[in-house]
């Protein structure tokens, strides 16, 4: 028999703050009818402003949910209210077996998990295609070369006569360099003074992606990752794993008109290495990974291949996440900070910033913007990827007394996830 969350482990999984409280509303037996439990998933059936009930089904190991309900926010308030009910009583949601509905749902869970990987494709007709890719890789990376070239002769003041880049990025495209064309997007955007040096990363960008052969195999693989090469989540599962107990440092979703992207970063309580899990869903509707922040994890991670590994696939998991420790992960000081990402800069140029646990620390908002600072040292807060309601949470919970923040700290400063002070549990900062 599964054992039930915590009230407080439930919440965590809620996308918003919002969304906790509409579940709050939901947590009596009132509006739920046929609920049940096999000890491996949870049903049930929810009275809502319409004649036919939502029919809500959890999958407790994923976690995974399935709600009838339109709710574009994952998990729906229906599947959190749920997991309340059950989390404070066991009467609530008895022991049964599945609704016809809700097994459908499990059962075509497990046979995709048990799906055969496809047939290996014909090793000689792949050598050819990707022999084939990077001849035009290497032509699309010299042709912007030149384009760079020829902007900075044009003049960096002047660049009226030049026209946009849109055009440039779509041969980059042609050239099936997806990275390249989303970085050259980027330049139309740019205030001028940071013209000279995003050329000159991108400059370095594609004279590596003209010559990848001669590079050493794990910068090579960092170079084909922001080239936009992609390696299948089998391919990575099927090289080295690490297991270790993982403490989820925490989570941010963003969205665009074509998908929403999920972050997930955790750090090994044994190896203490970081990783990140990228997760996607549809446009609105947040994907299907959701590890409560300060929890810790049981499993096998497999890192993407590069000069720093960071980002990783999630293997074989061994249980449930559990309750972390009461006490905030050990961080590092601004100066410490500073000098980590120098160093992993040094083995990937074109890194923007890093994860990192910064300890000691205070917000303070001054007319220049908002700031962390330490005993010591000040760091300035990337402002423009956290909310501006979020960093006022933030001096909420900070109340002028230091905390450890969570978050990525990079060339632009530091951009805050989640939040520790004394006695309290971690605060999310960025999907509030």
Known sequence: ????????????????????????????????????????????????SGRTPYRTVIDLAGPAYQCSCPSRKFPCKHALGLLLLWSGSAEAVPAAEPADWAADWLKGRQER???????????????????????????GAAELRLRLADRIRHGLADQSTAGPWEEVAARMVDAQAPGLAARVR????????????EYAMLHLLATAATRIDELPAELAATVRTRVGYTV?????????????RWLVLGSRDTSDERLTTRRVWLRGAKTGRPALLLAF???????DLALPTGHLLEAELA?????????????????????????PPAGLTVAEAVAGYGTAVADDPWLEHWPTVLTGVVPVR????????????????????????????????????PLTLFGEYGHQGFAPVTAWAAGRRPVGLTNA
């Open 1 to 48: 028999m599964e054992e039930r969350w915590s009230t407080e482990h439930v919440l965590s999984l809620a996308p918003d703050a919002s969304s906790q409280k509409a579940a709050g509303k939901l947590s009596s037996p009132a509006p739920w009818s046929g609920t049940g439990t096999d000890g491996a998933a949870l049903w049930g059936e929810c009275k809502g």
């Open 113 to 139: 998990a048990r799906k055969p990987a496809a047939a290996p494709a014909d090793p000689e007709a792949a050598r050819r295609r990707a022999e084939k890719r990077g001849a035009r890789v290497a032509a």
């Open 186 to 197: 980027e330049l139309d955007a740019l205030p001028q003074e940071r013209l000279l040096e």
């Open 232 to 244: 299948e989540a089998a391919e990575v599962l099927a090289g080295p794993t690490v297991r270790d």
């Open 281 to 287: 869903g549809r446009p609105g509707q947040a994907p």
């Open 303 to 327: 890192y993407h291949p590069g000069a720093r590994p960071l980002r990783a696939v999630l293997g074989t998991r061994y249980g449930a996440p559990e309750a972390g420790p009461a006490a």
């Open 366 to 401: 001054t007319p220049d913007g908002w700031y962390l600072t330490d005993s010591h040292h000040t760091v300035p807060v990337r402002a423009s990827a956290v909310p501006e309601a979020a960093l006022w949470r933030l001096a909420a919970v900070s109340t002028g007394r």
